[in-house]
């Protein structure tokens, strides 16, 4: 069984390396929160946020895909299917 000492020792490890920045970063989290909380309320859509993330990753593959093909059989120049890979990859990232 430990002893009291080293039942304690941890205890001394977490205040010495506690960070003197954190009722500054709570206060910052909670802020974030209530006004998450908020803004679910207030706009009902983005309850929806993963079946709208989910549309934006499907469209932009179908724009590269479509792009990529009509470039391919030479239906699309070069000058228009960089700037449209070039959009579509961007709501990828």
Not at 19 to 34: D, E, G, L, S, T
Not at 59 to 64: E, K, N, Q
Not at 73 to 83: D, L, N, S
Request: hydrophobic residues 45%; positive net charge; charged residues 15%.
């Amino acid at each position: 069984a430990p002893t009291l000492t080293q039942r304690a020792a941890p205890d001394v490890v977490r205040k010495a390396t506690r960070n003197p920045y954190q009722p500054r970063i709570n206060a910052i989290r909670k802020a974030i929160h209530v006004e998450d909380k908020r803004l679910r309320q207030k706009y009902t859509w983005l309850q929806h946020q993963n079946a709208l993330g989910m549309a934006c990753f499907l469209g932009s593959l179908a724009i590269m895909a479509t792009t990529s093909y009509m470039y391919l059989t030479g239906a699309m120049a070069w000058y228009f299917m960089i700037p449209l890979m070039a959009f579509a990859s961007s709501i990828l990232h």
